[in-house]
């Protein structure tokens, strides 16, 4: 995914058009230096990755400090949401999410982030979103960041309604919290998000 990036940003005429990336990647699983190894020998002059493993203290910082979350997940259930995201949002960053079941339950597609399927779809999304990186052309990183605030903003009761109660039998009476008004979505608002051709 990288290495097209970059491969798409040096071939532009004047390459001011993308920025240089720095990519984050944290963890400290078995395979980190066979990992480490492979992205040494790559070719990466417009993208310089490093790997890390935080105190808890400093990983929020190093989010925060961010413009841009990136969660590989797969849930093979379908069933679990990626914390990572959660953490994302909690620091402020839209992501890109990788697909499965019940990921819109988190990541809404062109409001707090974006969905993809594959590598090539990553791709794309990343040139999109970082083109005339930090001018008033690209729109496309605060509208996402906008959406991230307003997800933070949700009450508790709205998800329970929205996403845990349809999940129970009739059967079950549980208590109604909240009022209507305090049940409605920003999301609903129509002038609200990044046109779907756009990403």
Known sequence: ???????????????TDHPDIICAITGNGPQKSY???????????????????????????????????????FSSSGLDLPMKVVDMFAAGIPVCARNFKCLKELVIHGKNGCVFDDSDHL????????????????KHLSILRSGVEHFRKLPWHYHWRHVALPV????????????????????????????????
């Open 1 to 15: 995914i990288l290495l097209e990036y970059k491969a798409v940003v040096s071939t532009q005429s004047t390459g």
């Open 35 to 73: 990992y480490q190894g492979k992205i040494a020998e790559l070719d990466m002059s417009r993208v310089k990755i490093v790997t890390c493993w935080l105190e808890p203290e400093d990983y929020p910082k190093l989010l925060a400090a961010s413009d841009l979350g990136v969660s590989l997940h």
């Open 123 to 138: 791709g794309r999304q990343l040139l999109t979103m970082f083109k005339k990186f930090g001018s008033k052309e690209n």
């Open 168 to 199: 129970f039998d009739d059967q079950y009476v549980f208590e109604d919290y909240g009022s209507e008004e305090e049940d409605k979505s920003p999301f609903g608002q129509s002038s609200f998000g990044i046109p779907r051709n756009m990403i």
